[in-house]
């Protein structure tokens, strides 16, 4: 059993959770002990598109985790809580309401590559300890600014109250970006302070909304319910990058872990398949050198 569950991760379950949740129905399915692993932790308050790997399919984890994410998130305006969401003491506060003329014009300024610092009750690692662990216990945690990436950043609706406080965004963003950061920010340059009310993660690439399950689609797993009716396969993880078709004498030689010369192609990232289609490894060309990154036992 090696492939992929896309999990629509409801509010208030954690990854890890999720995880023991595959584990557990896979178990009851009769699967026995798999390996399992996710594809970006995604916080208990937020839902959406959480990759989780079964198999062989773990040995992509570490690549979907570089991958980049989309989100729709919504940000409230007027109070700023300690830890940039929906749960934490107001730690600020502002009458200022910002206008969505306002709020359009400064969205460029927090598109491309940009610096932000994390939340501090985040899962950072400060002195070998996570951030939000010395947060809880009272420390002031003093947390590094980093370079991201927002590859796009428009508004996806408003959410008409009375006080017409609330804005939702959508964001692409690569790997390491906290959205919760991005909400405090753009509340700043507005001149307000603001938190995230709800964030939903939309894609984790090459991973969409419309691959996804519920939980409790997941749970009739465990009941009976056929599992290759939701386990997308291995290459799934792989339709970004191009396949590469090898002779029965170079899929051996790359399943022992050789390397190839003269295979025709251009210098760039590939999955190795058979003649039966099936996926032998994730392999690199450098000049004129065919190299295993990560071989696949199926």
């Given at each position: 059993m090696h492939g992929w569950i896309i999990l629509d991760k409801p509010l208030g379950l954690g990854s890890t959770q999720a995880v023991a949740a595959v584990k557990r129905n896979m178990r009851e399915a009769g699967y026995g002990k798999l390996k399992v692993g996710h594809g970006g932790t995604l916080d208990p308050l937020a839902?959406?598109?959480?990759?989780?790997?079964?198999?062989?399919?773990?040995?992509?984890?570490?690549?979907?985790?570089?991958?980049?994410?989309?989100?729709?998130?919504?940000?409230?305006?007027?109070?700023?809580?300690?830890?940039?969401?929906?749960?934490?003491?107001v730690v600020a506060t502002s009458d200022i309401r910002p206008a969505l003329s306002e709020v359009e014009a400064v969205l460029p300024r927090?598109?491309?590559?940009?610096?932000?610092?994390?939340?501090a009750y985040s899962a950072i690692k400060v002195e070998g300890k996570r951030a939000y662990d010395r947060a809880r216990a009272g420390e002031v945690v003093e947390m590094a600014a980093r370079q991201v990436t927002v590859y796009s950043l428009c508004v996806a609706g408003r959410l008409h109250c009375d006080s017409e406080n609330e804005i939702t965004l959508s964001a692409h963003v690569s790997k390491g970006t906290y959205i919760r950061s991005l909400a405090r920010d753009i509340a700043h340059a507005l001149g307000t302070v603001g938190?995230?009310?709800?964030?939903?993660?939309?894609?984790?690439?090459?991973?969409?909304?419309?691959?996804?399950?519920?939980l409790d689609k997941l749970n009739e797993i465990g009941k009976g319910a056929p599992a290759k009716d939701i386990i997308l396969p291995l290459?799934?993880?792989?339709?970004?990058?191009?396949?590469?078709?090898?002779?029965?004498?170079?899929?051996?030689?790359?399943?022992?872990?050789?390397?190839?010369?003269?295979?025709?192609?251009?210098?760039?990232?590939?999955?190795a398949r058979d003649a039966e289609m099936r996926a032998l490894a994730l392999v690199e060309q450098i000049g004129g050198e065919l190299r295993t990154v990560r071989g696949f036992n199926l």
């Amino acid at each position: 059993m090696h492939g992929w569950i896309i999990l629509d991760k409801p509010l208030g379950l954690g990854s890890t959770q999720a995880v023991a949740a595959v584990k557990r129905n896979m178990r009851e399915a009769g699967y026995g002990k798999l390996k399992v692993g996710h594809g970006g932790t995604l916080d208990p308050l937020a839902t959406g598109v959480l990759p989780i790997a079964i198999g062989e399919a773990t040995k992509l984890c570490g690549r979907m985790l570089d991958a980049s994410k989309q989100y729709d998130f919504t940000i409230k305006f007027g109070e700023e809580t300690a830890g940039l969401d929906a749960e934490g003491e107001v730690v600020a506060t502002s009458d200022i309401r910002p206008a969505l003329s306002e709020v359009e014009a400064v969205l460029p300024r927090f598109t491309g590559a940009i610096e932000q610092i994390p939340p501090a009750y985040s899962a950072i690692k400060v002195e070998g300890k996570r951030a939000y662990d010395r947060a809880r216990a009272g420390e002031v945690v003093e947390m590094a600014a980093r370079q991201v990436t927002v590859y796009s950043l428009c508004v996806a609706g408003r959410l008409h109250c009375d006080s017409e406080n609330e804005i939702t965004l959508s964001a692409h963003v690569s790997k390491g970006t906290y959205i919760r950061s991005l909400a405090r920010d753009i509340a700043h340059a507005l001149g307000t302070v603001g938190h995230v009310t709800m964030l939903r993660r939309t894609k984790a690439w090459p991973f969409g909304l419309e691959q996804a399950i519920s939980l409790d689609k997941l749970n009739e797993i465990g009941k009976g319910a056929p599992a290759k009716d939701i386990i997308l396969p291995l290459e799934a993880g792989l339709v970004d990058i191009p396949a590469l078709d090898l002779s029965p004498d170079a899929a051996k030689a790359i399943q022992q872990g050789r390397v190839l010369t003269g295979v025709a192609t251009k210098d760039g990232l590939y999955w190795a398949r058979d003649a039966e289609m099936r996926a032998l490894a994730l392999v690199e060309q450098i000049g004129g050198e065919l190299r295993t990154v990560r071989g696949f036992n199926l």
